[in-house]
């Protein structure tokens, strides 16, 4: 950081410099300074643009009016040596001196043509690996001096098309949209490859319903008021209003606005495709973050990336349920760009924080520079730190010996307030809450021992609570901290020929640092912690964080089932001796992240969510099943099984990046021409769905939209009838704010629970649980007031994995 800031501080007092020397009394009066530094991008030599306009830009186009005296000049950063020459249209060259040292500078001052000329500019020896660029004076097509052309007749020309590319770079346009010529691909907003053409077909069809009459009009409509009109398709599903910040053309001046208004218009084809890696477009700004963000900013940022964005997009940032967020994939984004994609999420299932309310404006653009740095390495954690950790608050021998409740245990709901620290003890009877139990920071699950007495309650902290459900108002007898970035645990639930398993152990997974860790099932005493860094199933590269996600018991075998999501190995783990456990890997798919069993409970299905793939393991042989295609992204939480009429046994997954749910064949002996292959697909009308849930008892099958980006459809949940799923039965919103948010069974499977996801300082909106009759689908109560309620856990049904 120190070197970085360094420089900067020499170059602000090298242009303090230029400034005074371009003021002395004989000099003839200079309109325009430009300084340049030389860099390197991509393994390539370019020019850096260091102040004003240019700052950042890779081989800038300097502009100047015809006839203006300007001065260049060049800072050595301590890359070699370097030169600047100036090539006229008559062929006149100008050369600055030649400079080797670092921070050592050369000035070039000089007049430009009096009419409209395209000037190159090199370095004599670095020109061949990249350092060049241009210098266009007044306005001029395709790199030849000439008379301007009326600026409604003109095609867009150079001079056009630079600006336009510069104006988009600086708006971080990229970062969403896909823009020929212009660096990076972003999909979250439409692909406006073909824009121009779309435009008019748009107008002449009637679809449109903004002011604008011409193409052109339509374009500038869409940058200075984007939600005028929405463009009916997003790559993640519908547009939604309110992604494009409004904001953004109080940045552009008139001229840029109309360079990127006739860029577009002339998409597809126009000059766009025969913009070269030299021009603006293919400029990436320089890493600014480092030299912007002050400490105290630094740490915010660190900490409010490792609470709200390492679980999607990785503690190092390589990305996973989210895309990778390494500088060299943000850094072309640039910080407009990314604080724009924090705000107002995306359809894809980024939530929209800005929106929200949960971070400012200002904190977006933090969280942007943040981004565009290198991640800070975060701490290992031993098997001895976990130790220390342990806290046995209340010994075997002085806990019941039976149930001290008259109510009925085994319907209890455990349920996560999220960003309260805690889980509520329902009671699926009566919907009193028997007691509220402080967990880890933003509880994530639980899971019960296999005889239901023990709920496990893991919080993204890495903190395991252990709560006896046996105790008259249930209680933590044991506390653990296994890591400190977690999302999973389980427990042993095999009883068999091979042991009785049952509550001897449980097993917790970690984000960071990458590993899983094996603990005493009544106590948690920590008592083997294994790795899972390794070597990816396709390229067999080495990834330092392959973040362990969900784990599952196997009621066939001693065995749990452990998913290893970046390298996307399949682990069964033998727990008969947990000391010594034996790992069989079994190669699956990149990126696996939660799932469940099938109704016979033989097979373990697992998204591979960014694969877009499910992948299919047979617990009583231990291998693979199947590899299925599927859509954009499933999120199946531990998915929902049901007969359909027509294809028999399937196991059904939502999906965060479109709306439709998908349903897999899942009997191999009774139907095995479906078995392992999407056999229905049922639409939703949004996407951005988490969770999924049906009981056998059930006709029907309940899916969210929690993560929509219309607030409207993500509190809306809908049922999709067994007898007919070609499509959705019934939607409808829970309530009047919030999100809907994963469903559950009582007991007996003749309620559903869905949550009302809320705001944990918004009063009388912090959240609620919605009780429906899952025979009538109508309303049967609310527990009001709860913060952020989220995931729900039946102990029957979690013992029984009933889904
Ligand atoms: Fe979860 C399950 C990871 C965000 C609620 N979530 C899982 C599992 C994983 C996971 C690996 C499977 C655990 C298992 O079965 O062993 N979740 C992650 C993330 O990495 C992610 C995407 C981002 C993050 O920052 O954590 C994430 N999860 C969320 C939420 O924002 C949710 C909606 C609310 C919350 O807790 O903050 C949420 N996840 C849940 C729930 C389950 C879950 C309720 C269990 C579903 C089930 O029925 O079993």
Redesign the pocket.
Known sequence: MKSTQLILIGLAFLLLTAILAACGGASPVVNTEYILTPALREGKFVFLGVNGPINGLVNPALTAEPGERITVMLVNSGEGKHNIVFVFPDGKKITSDTISKKGETTTLTFTVPSKDASIAYYDTEHEKLGMKGVLLVGKVQTGQAQEPAAATEKPAGLYDKELALAAFQKGGCTACHTIPGAAGAGTIGPDLSQIGQQVKTRLEGGEYTGMAKTVEDYLLESIQNPDAFTAPQCPGGPCGKGLMPASLAQMYSQNELDAMVKYLAALPGGEAATVTETGAGASAPAPQGEAMLSDEDFAWARQTYFE?????HGTLRKG???PALTPDKTQPKGTIGLAAIIFNGTNRGM?DWGKQGILTQAQTETMAKFLQMEPPAPPEMSLQQMKDSWQLLRPVTERPTSPQTTRDWQNYFIV?L?DAGQVAVIDGDTYEIVSTVDSGY????T?MSASGRYAYVIG?DGRLAMIDLWMEKPEVVARVQTCYDA????VSKYNGPEGDYRDKYAIT?C?WPPHFAILDGQTLEPLKVVSSRGYTVTTGEYHPEP??????ASHYKPEWIV?V?ETGQIWIVNYTDPMNPTVKMINAALFL????LDASHRYFLVAANQSNKIAVVDLKTGSLAGIVDVGAVPHP??GANWVDPEFGPVWSTPHLGEASVMSIGTDPLGHAANAWKTVRETELPGSGS??I?THPNSPWIWVDM?LNSDPALARTICVIAKSDPTKVHKCWEIGAYGRA??F?YNKDGTEVWVSL?GAADKPGETGEIVVYDDKTLEEKARIKDLITP????NVYN?VNDI?
């Open positions: 709200r964005c390492a679980g999607c996973a349920t989210g939530p996560t999220r933003a509880v994530h699950i899971r993204r999302r999973s645990v389980e997974g984000y973040r362990v996600a969900s784990i599952l998913n999501k992240h939660d799932g469940g939480g531990r988490l969770f849930k929690t948010v994963h559950e996801w989220t995931g729900k856990f979690t889904y």
